[in-house]
């Protein structure tokens, strides 16, 4: 299948210099590079697509080499940290960044598939509504949260990062998953609504405060806030089918050592609702 | 000069329908036909400027008679919702400033979405008199439209401790001083007594129980300010926002601050929001009253309401009814906002979402429209959506359509919650507004209910706030006032074809002064340096606050 590909200039107007040295980058907005947008076009239009940087306004052409042909499958080389909104409100196709990325991907988006081979900055996939995203190094705060104000942070989707990730994650998430392999920041899963969030590696302090329904699971002690009450230790058969679950539609690995091992359940937050359930992998 | 030709006039004040006459504008004013050899003389130098308004609908300017624009609530509404602005944004054009828009709009696209739809006169609702230099910074920042703010004055201090003591020349002299010194058009009164009783930790219901550490009951309040109200000549009466607003049972009350101010000028404020009954054998135990609330309206011939109607979305309700806020709060869970301002009122914010498929939004939206259909003159009843309270002032064109059009109104019905003609009986009522109807509840009505002679109307010697709107044929009646065809102010078009021009102008503040004796700040110093956090001396607006105001004379006569 075709694919478009586009390469980031190494000379680009977002750059900014003194005596040729880069001592700083202008912010992009980068929300037109979308595939339901891009598909429809030919190169030459393609390169017409207009980007925002600062208070300037530019074409795709002036940042990116454009290569391939239209498609819906878009692959972006280049480092990508000063990108905003890209893939954010994308409705269908894929994005693959081979770099590093900036705030707001895949804000709000509703379908399709984000891959990144680098890190991302804050508000990935913020108040997304379906897709799938996959970011293989390490993300930066508020994950799959809402925007300052909304009530309504993720609502369904999948978001999976390899790396770490920052503080924040799954604020006032309402639906979807979040796998994080590695460790994660303070106030995990704050204000949540519900929705499931898998953390392998560790977390930061007061995870869940303010939940108020939704499943949080941790392979690592974690330091528990007093309004949550601790129920029982058992061996929850539900994980098993979600950890498969996960490992066949999406080939996420799961630790072995998660399958088939004693858990303990925490609910809360008291403060809220209190029908939030934190479950704590027992290394026994 | 200016001349707009062939006008197809709306003009009920001076009882033009549909009649074909030209409009003379000269020096922000309407002006009579000049002479023969003076339109040939203008004609010689090329200073007359002629548009030809070949069919189209030509009204006067609109006047929004409470809409909530400017001051410290609206402002915290703006901080308390970063999300409400989030899709909304407007960008620079021209010389025009940026914003953001939605339910609470930044205070340049207040403006412009105003004047957009043909209004060129605004009242801000209820200003606290301590704020009122925050309400004249923003109203300078507020372009286009002519302003002004009713004071806050049913719960403050002073006024209720000289009702207690009797002291009715004090009152007046108080109430003038107060509106003097803050800049404000009239007086507003929000739940008399009882925002004061919440404040003192109590709860008062209806308008006879006394609650208050002044052992004063609301109708005690109401009938001195109304009457303080009437000798002082203010051009606009007392403009009341009921006791028990937002509770199902509340007509009663309505009725009996009605029926208890019947010998002053009164006008009731999203009246909507007072007029719901309450029946006890079922679930929702809320039912609309507009019968028994219209027919007592229908009986007062002084007496002038507005509807406060309900628009299905988002809005952001806001006001000094500190207790209602706290109800709504607990009713929703929404985030909220609430204040004590000192010794002068209270406040309180709460977005919330008013939904079609939630009955409870659907009776209060009913109760507004029964209300409109209901009320059978024109000149009692005004369109309001309490603007951001019960939905943005930017659906008038909306309700508009949904007056004029019975079967758009009851296709729009058909889509309600299914127990709907349970509650409400809107179904039955066959009504049409006209157009000079339209012009009387949305222009001429409000700017003779604030005593506005000069707006409101296109005789001559009226300001020359002009909107022109395309005919009705074969246009949707919604987009026809949503994006008037030309809109003028003060004689210099501010809109064409739908969009602004780009250059800023300013309007004016409207404002009274009633005469008052200046040692009442004197009597009121000891106690003002006493309990205030602010001194007496910086109380007051100073003249630089002000950039263009308009003086309206207090010569009502009873």
Redesign the interface.
Known sequence: MSKLELTLKRENPALIKKANKIIGKVPVEAQNIKPSLLKDLNISEIGEIELLSGKESYLLKDFFEIEGSPSEEIIINGDLSNFKYLGAAMETGSITVNGNLGMHAASEMKAGYLEVNGNVGDWLGAEMTGGFIKINGHAGNYVGAA?????LGMNRGVIYIKGNAGNFVANKMRRGEIIIEGDCGELLAAQMIAGSVYVFGSCKNRVGAGMKRGTIITLNEVEMLPTFNYNISYFPDFLNIAYNHLKKDYGIEVPPQAYKRRYKRYTGDNTELGKGEILIWENV | MLKLKNALIYDPKNNKAGVKEDIWIENEKIVAEPSERKIKELKEKDILEEIDLENKIVMAGGVDIHSHIAGPKVNSGRV?????H?RDNVPRKGKLRSGVGSTVPSSYVTGYRYSLMGYTTVMEAAGPPMKAKHIHEEFNDLPFIDKGFLVLSGNNYFVLKFISENNFTALKNYLAWLIDVTGAFALKVVNPGGVEAWKEGKRMRGIHNKGTSFNLSPSEILLALAKANDELGIPHAIHVHTNDLGTAGNFKTTNETLQLLKDYRVHVTHIQFSSYGKTENDKVKFITATDQVAAEINRQPKLTVDIGQLVFGEATTMTADGILEYNLHKLSGNKWVNTDVEMETGSGIVPMNYKKKNLVNDIQWATGMELFLKIEDPWKVFLTTDHPNAGPFTAYPWIIKLLMDSNYRNDYISGMHKNFDDYTDLSNLTREYDLSEIAVISRSGPAKALGLENKGHLGVGADADITVYDNLEKRDIAEVFAKPKYVFKSGRMIVKDGELITELQSGKTLMTKPDYDPQIAEDIREEFQKYYSISIDNYGVTDNYYKKVEVVPCNFKG
């Open positions: 925007f300052r104000g909304d009530t | 308390l919702r970063p999300e409400d989030r």
